[in-house]
């Protein structure tokens, strides 16, 4: 029997859990076209979701999806967003006749892409006339807003804090403000940075879209989910699902990796669940390496006080000494770089974001 659990890639079908209410509340955004902030740790399940929601949505909204990660500037935005446009319409002759009378002042050209097989369009970069870019691409999607509602999710937003501070943001907010038929979900995991994005009254987008933290599954999910899933291979205890989902604290990515591995194990051996703990930190080892390394002392000693202390009670003079720390400013200070390189978040208590790299870093 094929492994039904993956960690790698999105997840569909049979592979992804529950999420009823939040399917439910990103269809009712869209068919609104009420615009959302759709923010999580990494690899909550952002993604999936929206392709999820994708899936059941109906023909008479067009879904538009555009990754952003790596881009790095505004003719990249504007690239990204213009090979993507087959999604707006499959018919290449009619979509390359409607660019043609948008973009007047610059050239498109049309290819197929080979992934996909649908069409894809290619702005030419002229050095005078870029700016006229960004709004002929926003007019080619006002304009096929018109024929049907739209959803269109840029993943990874946050990129765009990189391209040219704040007047990019301030741009493509106008555009954006402007398109009453289209839904824009802006997606993304680092959360500090789209909460500056989002929530600071000087900033672009401020209040430009409803925020929706996308949080782990329920318990009770994930025992209805994993039971269906063994139930032709072999039996699995209620207690030994909740266990697992109790290490992986519920994150999604590490819960599909834990039982990928027990899919072929040997359930009734008492070790078998710390055997694969190891062996997930085992694998993760050189990427926790490269960030532990990358880190200052300080840096190190507070995040071992956070792992060891359920990241409560940081500043005492007991806490302080237990990592050779001296003085709580030194804790202060390294809770914020942390927090600025998104290892840290503070939910109530401050927290390891990354679950597996706290259970690696309580092994130092
Ligand atoms: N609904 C779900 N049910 C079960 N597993 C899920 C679900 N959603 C996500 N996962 C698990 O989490 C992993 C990451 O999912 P996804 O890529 O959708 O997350 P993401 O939040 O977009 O991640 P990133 O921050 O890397 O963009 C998947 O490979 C899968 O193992
Ligand atoms: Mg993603």
Same mark, same amino acid.
Request: overall charge positive.
């Given at each position: 029997?094929?492994?039904?659990?993956?960690?790698?890639?999105?997840?569909?079908?049979?592979?992804?859990?529950?999420?009823?209410?939040?399917?439910?509340?990103?269809?009712?955004?869209?068919?609104?076209? !009420? $615009?959302?902030? @759709?923010?999580?740790? %990494?690899?909550? /399940? &952002?993604?999936?979701?929206?392709?999820?929601?994708?899936?059941?949505?109906?023909?008479?909204?067009?879904?538009?999806?555009?990754?952003?990660?790596?881009?790095?500037?505004?003719?990249?935005?504007?690239?990204?967003?213009?090979?993507?446009?087959?999604?707006?319409?499959?018919?290449?002759?009619?979509?390359?006749?409607?660019?043609?009378?948008?973009?007047?002042?610059?050239?498109?050209?049309?290819?197929?892409?080979?992934?996909?097989?649908?069409?894809?369009?290619?702005?030419?970069?002229?050095?005078?006339?870029?700016?006229?870019?960004? !709004? $002929?691409?926003? @007019?080619?999607?006002? %304009?096929?807003? /018109? &024929?049907?509602?739209?959803?269109?999710?840029?993943?990874?937003?946050?990129?765009?804090?990189?391209?040219?501070?704040?007047?990019?943001?301030?741009?493509?907010?106008?555009?954006?403000?402007?398109?009453?038929?289209?839904?824009?979900?802006?997606?993304?995991?680092?959360?500090?940075?789209?909460?500056?994005?989002?929530?600071?009254?000087?900033?672009?987008?401020?209040?430009?879209?409803?925020?929706?933290?996308?949080?782990?599954?329920?318990?009770?999910?994930?025992?209805?989910?994993?039971?269906?899933?063994?139930?032709?291979?072999?039996?699995?205890?209620?207690? @030994?699902?909740?266990?697992?989902?109790?290490?992986?604290?519920?994150?999604?990515?590490?819960?599909?990796?834990?039982?990928?591995?027990?899919?072929?194990?040997?359930?009734?051996?008492?070790?078998?669940?710390?055997?694969?703990?190891?062996?997930?930190?085992?694998?993760?080892?050189?990427?926790?390496?490269?960030?532990?390394?990358?880190?200052?002392?300080?840096?190190?000693?507070?995040?071992?006080?956070?792992?060891?202390?359920?990241?409560?009670?940081?500043?005492?003079?007991?806490?302080?000494?237990?990592?050779?720390?001296?003085?709580?400013?030194?804790?202060?200070?390294?809770?914020?770089?942390?927090?600025?390189?998104?290892?840290?978040?503070?939910?109530?208590?401050?927290?390891?974001?990354?679950?597996?790299?706290?259970?690696?870093?309580?092994?130092?």
């Amino acid at each position: 029997m094929i492994n039904p659990f993956s960690f790698s890639g999105t997840v569909a079908d049979q592979g992804f859990c529950n999420r009823k209410q939040e399917q439910k509340d990103i269809i009712d955004f869209i068919q609104n076209s !009420e $615009n959302v902030l @759709l923010h999580a740790n %990494r690899r909550m /399940g &952002k993604t999936s979701l929206i392709y999820k929601v994708f899936c059941r949505l109906d023909n008479d909204i067009t879904k538009l999806y555009i990754d952003l990660y790596g881009t790095v500037s505004e003719n990249d935005f504007i690239e990204a967003l213009m090979k993507n446009a087959g999604q707006l319409e499959s018919r290449s002759e009619k979509l390359l006749k409607t660019a043609k009378e948008i973009f007047t002042s610059s050239n498109v050209s049309l290819s197929i892409d080979p992934v996909t097989n649908l069409p894809s369009l290619t702005p030419v970069f002229g050095s005078s006339k870029n700016s006229m870019l960004l !709004e $002929n691409a926003m @007019l080619l999607l006002e %304009r096929y807003s /018109g &024929k049907k509602r739209m959803v269109i999710v840029f993943d990874e937003f946050q990129e765009i804090e990189n391209y040219s501070g704040g007047e990019f943001e301030k741009r493509l907010r106008g555009f954006i403000q402007k398109h009453n038929r289209i839904s824009y979900i802006f997606a993304g995991s680092r959360q500090h940075i789209l909460a500056s994005m989002f929530n600071s009254k000087g900033k672009a987008f401020y209040k430009l879209a409803h925020s929706y933290p996308l949080s782990e599954i329920e318990e009770d999910d994930y025992i209805k989910w994993i039971k269906g899933l063994f139930a032709d291979k072999k039996k699995i205890s209620d207690k @030994l699902i909740i266990k697992v989902v109790n290490i992986c604290e519920r994150h999604p990515m590490y819960i599909q990796q834990f039982f990928y591995h027990l899919w072929e194990a040997d359930l009734k051996s008492p070790e078998i669940i710390d055997q694969t703990l190891d062996l997930i930190l085992l694998r993760n080892r050189n990427e926790y390496m490269n960030i532990w390394d990358s880190l200052t002392l300080n840096q190190r000693k507070t995040l071992k006080l956070i792992a060891a202390n359920e990241g409560k009670d940081l500043y005492s003079a007991d806490s302080l000494k237990s990592v050779s720390l001296t003085t709580p400013s030194q804790v202060t200070k390294t809770l914020q770089s942390l927090t600025q390189k998104d290892i840290i978040q503070k939910n109530g208590v401050y927290k390891i974001q990354d679950i597996m790299f706290k259970q690696w870093i309580l092994r130092l």
